[in-house]
């Protein structure tokens, strides 16, 4: 098993656990728990967007900059990808657009 591996990311090492997913014992519940959904207004921005953090870290911005609502997906802060339960996301990502739009 390897502990860390180096990343191209400006030569930093990361501690990056290989083959181990932090979810796979916690219950969809508990993992939707851990995801919070913020409406924020940003300097940068003329409408409200729509963040999703899981764990204090963003996974998702929805905007309405355009006509129609675009969705950004951040990259995980530390591993390679997010891993999710695709119901769980597809949970959060619908409750985050009917808040969102509705407000």
């Given at each position: 098993?390897?502990?860390?591996?180096?990343?191209?990311?400006?030569?930093?090492?990361?501690?990056?656990?290989?083959?181990?997913?932090?979810?796979?014992?916690?219950?969809?519940?508990?993992?939707?728990?851990?995801?919070?959904?913020?409406?924020?207004?940003?300097?940068?921005?003329?409408?409200?967007?729509?963040?999703?953090?899981?764990?204090?870290?963003?996974?998702?911005e929805i905007s309405t900059e355009t006509d129609t609502p675009i969705i950004y997906f951040y990259s995980h802060p530390v591993?390679?990808?997010?891993?999710?339960?695709?119901?769980?996301?597809?949970?959060?990502?619908?409750?985050?657009?009917?808040?969102?739009?509705?407000?």
């Amino acid at each position: 098993m390897v502990l860390c591996q180096q990343t191209g990311r400006s030569g930093n090492r990361l501690s990056v656990f290989q083959n181990w997913n932090p979810n796979f014992m916690l219950t969809n519940n508990e993992i939707l728990k851990s995801f919070r959904v913020v409406i924020a207004s940003l300097p940068d921005k003329e409408n409200c967007v729509c963040e999703i953090h899981y764990n204090n870290a963003q996974w998702v911005e929805i905007s309405t900059e355009t006509d129609t609502p675009i969705i950004y997906f951040y990259s995980h802060p530390v591993n390679d990808y997010w891993e999710f339960p695709l119901d769980v996301a597809l949970e959060v990502l619908e409750k985050a657009k009917k808040r969102y739009l509705e407000e």
